[in-house]
Structure formats: C-alpha cells, structure tokens
C-alpha cells in the first residue's frame, strides 16, 4: 500500500465505524482504529488529525449544495436552496449504509452532535451567501437558507430512523409539499 | 429582606449581568455577584443551583408559547405556531434593555450559546407537540415548528444586534411577510 493511499483512508474509516458501534465513540482508541484496520497509529494520524475527524473530515456536502445552488434553475430563492439539499440528499442515498452507520454513532454521543449541529448551523451560512450572490435579498436568503437546512434536517431524521421507506430526494421533495400546506388554513379539532 | 424574596433574585440576576458584562461570564464567580448584589453566596444558592442558572432559570417563554398557540385562532398551523412565538417576541420587547444584556453575555460565550440552541430545540419540540395536540398532522407540526422557530431566531439576532431598529413582534411578522415570498419567482441575475 503506498503511503498515501484512499484505500487505507477507507480501510481507517470503515474499521472506526464499526468499533465505534462495537463498542461506543468514546471507548474507541485511536490504536485499536488502526490495529483494526491492520494499520499502524502512525499511519492513522497521516489520514486524520485525530478521532473525530473520521467522521467529519473531507466533508464534502458544503460544497456540493453551493454548486448545486449555483447551476439551479430554480424560480424561486426557495427552489434553488432546496435544489441544494437535493444533490446533498442525492450523494447520501447513494451511500446509504455508510450513513445509517455513522448516524447510529452520532445518536449516541453528545459531545459529536453538538459538532453536527455546528455543521448544520455552517451550511446554513454558506447558502445564505450563496443565494445572496445570486440576487437574492438578505432577509429572504437568510429564510430560505434556514427553511431549506430545516426541511433538509427533518427529513434525514426521518430516513434515518427508518420511519418512512422512501428514499431521502423523494422524502425531501414530500416535505417541500408539506411546507406549502402549513400556510393553509387546517381544519382544527 | 425575607429568605425567600423574589427582590433578592432580582438583586442577583442584575448584578450577575452587570459583572458577566463587565468580567466576562467565565471570570466571574458566584462569590463576586452576591457581593455586589449585597448578599451572600449562601443565599445566592438558595435562588440558583449554579451561575449559569441566572440566565436560563425559570424561563417562561417555553409556557408562554404553548399557551399562546393553545389559545389562538390561527386558521392555518404556520399562524398558530407563529402567535406562539409571537407572545414571546412581546415578552421579550417588554423587558428589552434585560434581554440585550443578557444576549451580549451569551454572544461572546460558547459554553452558552450550546445551552441557547439546546433551549430553543426543546421549544421546536414543544411547539410540534402543541401542533400535534391540536390536530395538525405530525409532519405538517414538525415542518411548521421548525419554521416559525427559524423566524424568530432570525428576528431576535436583528432585533439584538440592533440592525433593524423595530420592536421584535413587528419584525417576526415583516418576516412572517418574507417567508411567503420566497417561494414565489424571484428576478436572477
């Protein structure tokens, strides 16, 4: 294997995930990650600054729901910001194990959702500026940018809980429709 | 003073502010507020279990939103969830120069800003069950609670960084305004 290689970067990732389920986030050692993916610790520290970034790092949805944004031909600011979470909902069904897996993680460890959380709260931020530099009004980005990270958040919730069989786009797109209802007037008791 | 006046958590709460502001929330001990308040430590802890305590006790807000929904016309679940939100923007306005004091301690303080996003996490899912026990479908709550939270959020961090010089309620409702038009055609480019 060369000394730097995505297959050893996989081989880390994929035997951190499963201790990790095996035996909790916090209880997992950096050398037991790399025993367990017949690596040295050395070699670990060579892909990843230390354990969390296994499951933050090289991240890159960010950057996929801004270009996304940019090549939308969305109508309203509205459409081009979930039109964003679309391709990031599209690459995580693509690899939906991996996913369900490193949710199962975060689930039960505080200290990383409070990290996914501030991973959330930044895509946030990166889609206002985005839908900004595309015309859209400060204010109106801003909402649109948090309405599309909520819509985006729920229904990953929800596909990951396998609470609903869909698929995480078709889900997404169902909520979307669901929005709309919301401002409508509901029959009530 | 009696042993249990709601004069001396006043007393308390106040000098707590003045010194968080002054010191910063970290360099300030619990010995030091009740000094400048003129008590003792002894009875600051029989108001608050700890120093953070001064800035998330006994909050209302929560109740008030959940009554506010409980008791609204709101023909549609946005409206309902938006005149939740809506009492406390007039709780808030009412005791504004307090609440400023308090955000400027919580802005350049990380370990509460956790505490800040926990609290309104725990309204969104007071609010969707609120929803739900009035009848709205679960997803439409959920959708709905997540949407109204965002437009407060969003009203309370321009009506405190005093970007917007109108009073809280009249700016979540401008942006109640600018919620239904992002989802129409907006000019690109």
Do not use: H
């Not at 035997?15 to 990650?33: D, H, K, M, N, Q």
């Not at 409070?114 to 839908?131: C, F, G, N, P």
């Not at 909402?143 to 990270?149: G, N, Q, Y």
């Amino acid at each position: 294997m060369s000394r730097w290689s995505p297959e050893a970067r996989n081989r880390l990732q994929a035997a951190a995930l499963e201790l990790f389920a095996e035996r909790g986030y916090t209880e997992t050692t950096v050398a037991a990650v790399a025993e367990r993916a017949g690596l040295t610790e050395r070699t670990f520290f060579r892909y990843f600054t230390d354990k969390k970034e296994v499951l933050f790092a090289e991240d890159p949805l960010g950057a996929l729901v801004v270009a996304a944004i940019t090549a939308s031909a969305g109508p309203s600011a509205l459409d081009l910001a979930v039109d964003g979470f679309r391709a990031a909902a599209a690459y995580l069904q693509a690899d939906a194990p991996q996913v369900r897996r490193r949710a199962a993680v975060i689930a039960v460890t505080p200290e990383l959702q409070e990290r996914e959380m501030l991973k959330m709260s930044r895509w946030t931020a990166m889609v206002t500026e985005t839908l900004q530099a595309d015309q859209v009004e400060p204010r109106a980005a801003r909402i649109a940018a948090e309405v599309s990270t909520a819509l985006f958040r729920i229904a990953y919730d929800m596909w990951i809980d396998g609470s609903e069989v869909m698929g995480l786009v078709t889900l997404l797109d169902e909520l979307l429709g669901v929005l709309q209802s919301v401002s409508e007037t509901v029959p009530r008791r």
